[in-house]
């Protein structure tokens, strides 16, 4: 399989086959962030040039997705930011504002499940640098989600970003991979993203009941859940580990 990379620039009808075909490979919930509704559809309008797709033309195949976005960065962490919503609502406001910008933020790397395990986000991600590197900026800045930070949702990002396996690498496979292409661990953060919603809809997308009000631990989440039903709120942030690569 020959795969190329498409940029929605170049070829937006392909995206319309994206949500299908990339189905499961995220939870449901990080479908619903908070700032998705604001910012969102406005990724492929004002900066088509940096969502792009690992394509198969011949055989008519979408085999992962990257998005992305530039922002100003000062190059200290401290100006990373909290997180991915910080992030996405600054690439905005720095492009109302004319101010230019200085890195590049990776809002997602995907892989369809019938191609993972193929080492195809290592292709994502030096796609993203590559795309950085044309556009001038110095730096892509990846709030990542760790793989396995579900498995030890009450332990806090800081102290999970710490641990590490006996040859010294970092003990999550993402932030492995991460480190492994040449990132360096910036920081970490408890508060990346927003998701909120009803009770409703929080059981819908776990398939778990919340019964009472309180902190639950779910499905695929990398902390607990806040319920309080008296609000008819399910509140949650998703925590992320900051990796730089240096362009």
Avoid at 41 to 46: H, K, M, Q
Avoid at 114 to 134: E, F, I, N, P, Y
Wanted: proline share 7%.
């Amino acid at each position: 399989m020959a795969l190329a990379l498409v940029r929605h620039s170049e070829r937006p009808g392909l995206w319309d086959r994206v949500p299908e075909r990339f189905a499961g490979v995220v939870p449901e919930y990080n479908l619903h962030g908070d700032i998705n509704g604001d910012y969102w559809n406005r990724l492929f309008t004002d900066f088509p040039e940096f969502q792009f797709l690992l394509y198969d033309d011949e055989r008519d195949v979408i085999a992962g997705a990257g998005r992305s976005l530039p922002r100003t960065w000062d190059g200290t962490a401290p100006d990373l930011g909290p997180g991915l919503d910080d992030s996405i609502a600054r690439a905005f406001a720095d492009r109302d504002a004319g101010r230019a910008p200085g890195a590049l933020v990776a809002l997602g790397i995907e892989v369809a499940e019938d191609h993972q395990g193929r080492g195809l986000s290592k292709v994502l991600l030096d796609a993203m640098t590559g795309t950085a590197r044309r556009a001038g900026l110095g730096a892509v800045l990846v709030p990542v989600r760790p793989t396995w930070k579900d498995r030890y949702a009450l332990t806090p990002i800081d102290r999970y970003t710490a641990w590490t396996r006996d040859d010294g690498t970092p003990f999550d496979p993402w932030i492995r991979t991460q480190v492994g292409a040449g990132g360096a661990v910036a920081a970490a953060s408890a508060h990346s993203s927003r998701i909120t919603g009803t009770v409703a809809e929080w059981e819908e997308w776990t398939g778990l009941a919340f019964p009472e009000d309180g902190e639950y631990v779910f499905p695929g989440g990398l902390a607990p859940l806040r319920v309080d039903r008296s609000l008819d709120r399910g509140a949650y942030w998703e925590p992320a580990v900051w990796i730089v690569h240096k362009v």
